[in-house]
């Protein structure tokens, strides 16, 4: 089993839709995930970053975290075209020096 | 946030010769940043952990010699590709974690690399 593990989809939605992405993991040491969004030919863009469990909310987006089930979820309300993109999850055990362990990332596509 | 900038963003190159990557945290001080490789359609692969100061830290399957790392100061990482060959041609992405913020991880714009 991959430690991270997530749908590439590709997920088609449209436009005004409410958009679910997950991912679930195996290491229940991990304690800090992160949602970044990656345009094509772009470097991540860090969206959302969550301390242990629980719900963090920034505009259109909401970050679940539930360790217990170690499962994680992006929610992207009122989705717009400009939501299209590949979505990373990302998460590591501590905050010091360590790299992200990633997801494969979900394609969305949002039609107008 | 904090940021981190990446350069060049796109480079061509001739068969056999090098390429120095630079990766930088703008406002913020980085005594680790990491170097990935990103294929097509594909999730980022870990290639190493840049250290200041001292050695860097190589994934399995990754050659040190092809891929030097120089982490010189608390701000800057570079990736040199010795001898590039055409496999070399992909997406190299650096990233830093804000150890003096919450510990978000900050990525590059990435360098595509192509190698003719």
């Known amino acids: 089993q991959k430690e991270v593990e997530q749908d590439p989809g590709p997920l088609s939605v449209p436009e005004g839709a409410i958009v679910s992405l997950n991912c679930t993991y195996s290491?229940?040491?991990?304690?800090?995930f992160m949602w970044y969004r990656q345009y094509s030919r772009k470097g991540p863009e860090l969206l959302m970053y969550?301390?242990?469990?629980g719900n963090k909310e920034d505009g259109r987006f909401t970050a679940q975290v539930d360790k217990s089930s170690k499962y994680i979820s992006l929610f992207i309300r009122d989705s717009q075209p400009s939501d299209s993109a590949t979505y990373l999850c990302?998460?590591?055990?501590?905050?010091?020096?360590?790299?992200?362990?990633f997801g494969k990332g979900t394609t969305l596509s949002v039609s107008s | 946030g904090a940021v981190v900038s990446q350069h060049p963003s796109r480079v061509i190159c001739k068969s056999g010769t090098s390429v120095k990557i630079e990766c930088r945290s703008l406002?913020?001080?980085?005594?680790?940043m990491f170097w990935y490789r990103q294929f097509p359609k594909k999730s980022l692969m870990l290639m190493a952990t840049s250290n200041e100061g001292s050695k860097a830290t190589y994934e399995q399957g990754v050659e040190k010699d092809k891929f030097l790392i120089n982490h010189a100061s608390l701000t800057l990482s570079t990736l040199t590709v010795t001898s590039a060959h055409p496999e070399d041609s992909s997406f190299y992405i650096c990233s830093a974690r804000d150890l003096g913020g919450t510990g978000e991880a900050f990525f590059g714009q990435g360098t595509r690399l192509t190698v003719v």
């Open positions: 290491n229940s040491a991990f304690q800090y």
């Open positions: 990302a998460m590591s055990a501590n905050q010091a020096g360590t790299a992200l362990i």
């Open positions: 406002d913020f001080q980085a005594t680790t």
């Open positions: 969550t301390y242990s469990s």
